[in-house]
């Protein structure tokens, strides 16, 4: 028996109080930058486990360290906010919780993206790691980051010091469930998922009487050639094989159906896997919309503002293709190499701040059954919720056991085996 399946030898008796916490947090999810209760849950565990804990990093973030003799440093790290998004799965667990948002309104709040079950995954991954140490040398570090919905999480992070209060990690390694077969992992190395950047442009026009837009500069006119020219950003602008999308989400303008207004708001989102092709489709956009302001004759030039952006997630070949190694021996048949997802994150942002490699990986979270049934009928996209739908709830076991084993087992293939 290797030291890795000696520490997951424990997994069986902390089954029970890991499918109550998922189910806790589940019912209870907090916005971006608002997971209080969710952190304080966490400190607490991981105080509990012998951790030497920071919190309050960066707004809501948490640190455990767990320094277990010589050997290298492994970086685990989960995120904890949900999303704006009303819960329609019908469990009886599901949240009824409503929160104000960062704009002060009430909405509804859900785990729509499974970081709750990261979270739990971690705090059963520390717990076995600790009760473990026997049989391992080295150090773990379980980070838990606040706000990654919001692309500034990990960021925020960074900029609060958190290189000051970590110990020097060798490795950095992290996961998302997915809408796959539960006790599935999946591995990519090299760039993974899409750098994201979204984009709001104020375009200006000059508002009359719908009876008269002689005396106009119409800004709806003037919205509608932007998105129809921006259509030819990918398919003319970027190489064929380059993979990017260019989406735009939302347009406002006016209130009346008689009175043109002043302006427009535009707000854009693109996706792309280089800092090439990242460039070439900002500066057309760019381009295109003020040539297009000056076509109409716009009395102001166009505002452009760039937020909640997201770096590319580029999984280092070495570090990969070590994880992949250690999962297959592992997990056996239940390993695969997964396909580029034009998904985001920002869990980059830790390692690359702190200059070590790092993986990010994938966990299935779907009935088996249920995905087989989908895709024997050819109807997994219909079929199968995804990350961000109202429906979206990851069975929870074996996608617990998975995700916990998943991280024990990266973890292990870097810390030093003793005894």
Known sequence: MTATDTVLRGLAGIRDWQQDCYRDLHEHPELSHREFATARKVADRLGDLGYRVRDGIGGTGVVGVLANGS??????????????????????????????????????VMHACG??????????????????????????????????????????????????VLPAVD??????????????????????????????ITVHGRGAHGSMPQSSVDPVVLAAMIVLRL????????APVEPAVLTVGSIRSGAKSNVIPDRAELQLNIRTYSEKTRTTILDAIRRIVTAECAASGSPREPAFELFDRFPLTDNDVGTTNRVHGAFVSFFGDNCWEMPQGAASEDFSEIPTALGVPYTYWGVGGVDAAAFAAAAEAGRVEQDIPVNHSPN????????????????VVAAMSWLTPSG
């Open 71 to 108: 050997g290298p440093t492994v970086l685990l790290r989960a995120d904890m906010d949900a999303l704006p998004v009303a819960e329609e799965t019908g469990l009886d667990y599901a949240s009824r919780v409503r929160s104000a948002d960062g704009d002060g309104h009430e909405v509804p």
């Open 115 to 164: 970081h709750d079950v990261h979270v739990t995954a971690l705090l059963g991954a520390a717990q076995l790691l600790a009760e473990g140490a026997e049989h391992w040398s080295g150090t773990v570090v379980a980070l838990f980051q606040p706000a990654e919905e919001t692309a500034d999480g990990a960021r925020a992070m960074v900029d609060d010091g958190l290189a000051d």
């Open 171 to 200: 490795v950095a390694l992290g996961q998302h469930v997915l809408p796959l077969p539960a006790g599935m992992v999946g591995t990519h190395a090299g760039p993974f998922l899409a750098a994201a950047d979204s984009m709001r």
């Open 231 to 238: 259509q030819t950003v990918i398919s003319r602008e970027v």
């Open 392 to 407: 979206f709830a990851p069975v929870i076991q074996p996608t617990l056991d998975t995700a916990t084993q998943a991280l």
